[in-house]
């Protein structure tokens, strides 16, 4: 209960600073992957040794994954509207190809996961990974309606 109570007073603090660090970015990704580390820590109730083993193999994880998703992203038009059948055809044979990539880096890093995880943490992580999506969403939003 401490833990928890602890992890919302941090995370409270971390979102309450995101607007006045936006200015730099740099400084406010790395609060809030902090953020997300703690959160996802907490979720998954790891112990000190796993978060030492799991942490460096879900940042690897992460950068493989923002690498695929840049490749699938570089060299398309933004303008939906001025692309030929032909090349709208390929985008979306593109981006389901991605998607089977991103399909298959997530099973090669479950497998590396349960090698340090349970079965029940992997579950609490992928449902860390949503909740945490959703606050910090919430949490944009709500900067935005207080503007």
Not at 38 to 50: G, P
Not at 94 to 99: L, V
Not at 118 to 139: H, N, P, V
Request: glycine share 2%; net charge positive; aromatic share 12%.
């Amino acid at each position: 209960m401490k833990r928890y109570f602890f992890l919302l007073i941090f995370c409270a603090l971390t979102f309450a600073g995101t607007t006045a660090l936006a200015q730099d970015n740099r400084q406010s990704n790395e609060r809030v992957e902090a953020a997300k580390v703690a959160f996802l820590t907490d979720k998954m109730e790891l112990t000190a040794d796993q978060a030492q083993k799991f942490w460096p193999l879900y940042n690897e994880y992460e950068s493989r994954r923002r690498d695929l998703m840049k490749s699938y992203r570089s060299g398309y038009r933004q303008d939906v509207d001025a692309l030929s059948d032909q090349e709208a055809k390929a985008r979306i044979d593109g981006m389901f190809a991605t998607r089977e990539k991103e399909l298959a880096l997530e099973q090669e890093y479950a497998a590396k996961y349960l090698r340090v995880i349970s079965y029940k943490q992997l579950i609490k992580l992928y449902r860390g990974e949503r909740d945490f999506t959703k606050l910090l969403l919430k949490r944009l939003d709500d900067n935005r309606a207080s503007k």
